[in-house]
């Protein structure tokens, strides 16, 4: 029986959390990773990887275009959309994680309120989800519902 893309949630941005979220993303599954903390911090955040489970990390395509969105930085990113009054537009279907965005979808550059681990990518809002994008590519890096 094929299962078609799921939306999933990873509780935990250790290095399993990190590894089963990067997986996932790339088998085409709509991931969201919740972690308590916003960014890592010397105590409780710390990750070690020996040179094997690096290797394994780095070969992954997910993983270098992985983008953590902290709960601060969801609610300031749903207020931007609703406050400013951004007109969404209009998709078929659903937009994953890895999906790619066909060219007259408008991308817009992030506002600087966001912070600045997102200034390198442009942004789609469907009216439901605000969808983080790498304007290169054209390829759905992360999908704020």
């Keep these: 029986m094929l299962i078609g893309p799921r939306q999933i949630g990873v509780v935990g941005c250790g290095v399993a959390g990190q590894a ?4 996932l993303s790339e088998a085409g599954h709509d991931v969201t990773v919740f972690e308590r903390f916003a960014e890592p911090r010397p105590l409780g955040a710390g990750l070690l990887l020996q040179p094997t489970g690096l ?3 780095a070969s992954s395509y997910a993983m270098a275009q992985t983008v953590i969105v902290s709960p601060e930085q969801r609610t300031t990113i749903k207020k931007y959309v609703t406050t400013e ?3 969404p ?3 078929q279907s659903r937009v994953t994680v890895g999906a790619t965005l066909p060219a007259d979808v408008e991308l817009v550059p992030v506002p600087e309120t966001w912070g600045p681990s997102f200034r390198s990518y442009r942004y789609v809002y469907t009216g439901d989800d605000v969808v983080l994008v790498d ?3 054209r390829r759905v890096i992360e999908v704020i519902d």
């Design 135 to 137: 304007p290169s590519s």
């Design 89 to 91: 537009y209009k998709m």
């Design 20 to 23: 089963a979220a990067t997986f």
């Design 55 to 57: 290797a394994v990390l």
């Design 85 to 87: 009054q951004v007109r």
